[in-house]
């Protein structure tokens, strides 16, 4: 439980999405009375009506209305709607919130992220947009967009407020926005938050400074790969734009397979009409916000960079090949059409900004933007495969529970559990991405940045997250994780999830040795790591929301293993001893703080 930095500044409107989960069937449900379903028109009417009907737990008022955000259909026929709310026309502030339908249309149940009724005292404001947005120029030091009135529900709060999107914010390292929340009466800032998700940490960045430390990481070009040979065929000789099969040298992949289009002859553009238009393209080392501002990669041959810097388009070549990978494993893993889940493509800027080291997912643009080192501690670009799947899973985050740092520092650091359950999910799916992958030369592993070459070898790890020294990961649940930086908390999910998965205890995976230990030396036996993917998706696209902080992800994971493997499983049973092996229990739950 925690106070949520909402950073998105539009309401998102209604949508019909419908995903279903691959995998184990469903477990069956208890038999009971059945119970009359509300009636309407569509899910979404079905499910706002039911909201409004059970509002003492749900938690909607008068004056509220909800807007849906997803829906999610189980294989047995189950809804899941996720709805952001507004109160007398203005956006709330952590009111999100997913309402639970069964097959019929019944109401079964909400996860909500406010536990309070969220209605301001009154909807005028003291300040006027002019002053509001003075004062977010002064915090952010940036350009203010125009102030927008919403109602700040985070943190036990119906406050009346000011949201500001500002821009080229000084707060920022790559000069990107921020939003700011303003207090409508007060004049109080209540919230400055980066909408950026960076790889790097300024904590971190700082630490490898003060440490004198430089990256060293291991590229050049490997042996062609199978396959690759004769791949500039198209779909239909002389009909343009068409798909064309290219090959590419990367920096850290070795020679990769691409997707590409050909638009004339001896043309081709980095855009993969089978990945729904999917395209990478060059920042010019400015700090673009606007992806239409990059310019697209164009070759003549769809032979793309030659393994080395010294070629612009090599970066390139590992952003698209990571972005295509990350895509691939969400689609085959839970049929996930998209990070937005809509059949839309990814997009990624190379070259962003002078110097900088780090990659980053940016909320604003909806793109992936890598930097390519700042010359000091990162000589290279950040296009690594995992760092990749890391940072577009921060899209997919943002596009479900959209889980936000409790607070932000002066220094832009994050901190707090549902941020660091962020981090942790970037670093899980970031994972199963080199898994599915299984690139053998970015062999896959629990680590998570193993190729930016650093001196502990790794940036993360699952397992035992403590091993990283730089974060000062922690291992195990604390009440300190509730104002933890959340890159260091974050290995109290991760670490469950690897219990899952893998169970505790030595052993060694693709040549990699892990050895797990848990909080009460307790022996854990994993499920798997499909399983446990599967087991942690379907919490994030069900049961979590804005707010949601270990214990409740404990919860999520435990509902989800009950619907796809049954109450009384083995599977479910594993999760609960995974997230006690952390010490995240029903026994140390702390008080309600939302």
């Known amino acids: 439980m925690r106070r949520p930095h909402i950073r998105h500044v539009a309401i998102a409107v209604a949508v019909t999405t419908a995903a279903t989960l691959p995998g184990p069937a469903f477990a069956s449900a208890p038999a009971g009375p059945a119970r009359t379903a509300a009636p309407a028109s569509s899910p979404v009417d079905t499910a706002r009506a039911a909201a409004f009907a059970h509002a003492s737990a749900t938690g909607v008022t008068r004056g509220d209305t909800l807007r849906a955000k997803d829906v999610m259909t189980d294989p047995d026929g189950k809804r899941h709607v996720r709805f952001v709310r507004t109160h007398q026309g203005l956006p709330v502030l952590g009111g999100d919130m997913v309402v639970h339908l069964g097959a019929r249309g019944e109401y079964l149940g ?101 440490h004198g430390e430089s990256a060293t990481p291991q590229t050049g070009v490997a042996a062609g790969a199978a396959g ?75 032979k793309w960079g030659n393994g080395a810097t010294s070629a612009r388009t090599t970066a390139a070549v590992d952003a698209q090949y990571g972005i295509t990978q990350t895509l691939d494993f969400y689609k085959k893993t839970f049929g996930r059409k998209g990070i937005k889940n809509n059949g839309t493509g990814a997009r990624g800027m190379v070259h962003f900004g002078d110097k900088v080291g780090n990659a980053f997912w940016d909320s604003y643009c909806n793109c992936m933007a890598y930097g390519d080192g700042d010359g000091r501690v990162f000589k290279k670009p950040l296009v690594v495969l995992d760092v990749t799947g890391h940072e577009l899973t921060h899209g997919v985050v943002d596009a479900t ?76 649940w604390s009440p300190a994780a509730y104002d933890t930086e959340v890159h260091a908390g ?70 989800a293993a009950a619907d796809m493997y049954g109450a009384n499983s083995r599977e479910r049973k594993a999760v609960d001893e995974a997230w006690a092996a952390v010490n995240v229990t029903a026994a140390n739950t702390p008080a309600v703080r939302r």
């Open 110 to 210: 909400v996860t909500r992220a406010a536990d309070h009724v969220v209605k301001p005292s009154t909807v005028e404001a003291e300040l006027t947009p002019e002053q509001a947005e003075r004062k977010a120029e002064a915090v952010a030091k940036g350009d203010a967009g125009t102030a927008r009135l919403v109602v700040d529900g985070r943190d036990g709060a119906a406050a009346l407020a000011y949201q500001v999107l500002v821009t080229d914010s000084e707060t920022t390292e790559t000069g990107g926005s921020t939003t700011v929340v303003v207090d409508a009466r007060t004049g109080r800032i209540r919230s400055n938050t980066p909408n950026t998700d960076e790889f790097i940490s300024p904590s971190l960045a700082a630490t490898l400074r003060e």
């Open 401 to 476: 529970a959209a889980l936000e740092p409790t607070r932000v520092d002066d220094d832009g650091n994050q901190y707090g559990e549902a941020g660091s359950l962020n981090e942790s999910l970037a670093d899980i799916f970031g994972s199963g991405v080199e898994f599915s992958a299984n690139n053998p030369k970015n062999p896959p592993n629990y680590l998570v940045g193993e190729k930016l070459g650093l001196a502990q070898k790794f940036l993360r790890r699952l397992d035992r997250p403590s091993l990283d020294v730089l974060e000062e990961t922690v291992d195990y």
């Open 490 to 559: 974050s290995g109290v999910s991760s670490h469950a999830f690897y219990l899952l998965a893998e169970g505790s205890g030595r052993k060694t995976i693709n040549g990699v040795t892990y050895d797990s230990p848990t909080y009460d030396g307790s022996r854990v036996t994993g499920i798997g790591r499909a399983k446990a993917t599967a087991v942690f998706y379907r919490a994030l696209t069900r049961y979590m929301v804005s707010t949601t902080d270990f214990h409740d992800a404990r919860k999520a994971t435990l509902k």
């Open 228 to 302: 690759l040979s004769g791949l500039t065929g198209i779909a239909a000789a002389g009909r343009y734009p068409a798909t064309a099969k290219g090959s590419g040298a990367s920096l850290f992949a070795g020679k990769v397979s691409l997707t590409t289009t050909r638009t004339a002859r001896n043309s081709y553009l980095l855009k993969d009409p089978t990945r729904w238009n999917t395209e990478t393209r060059d920042a010019k080392g400015q700090e673009l916000e606007s992806f239409a501002r990059g310019k697209a990669f164009t070759d003549g041959d769809n």
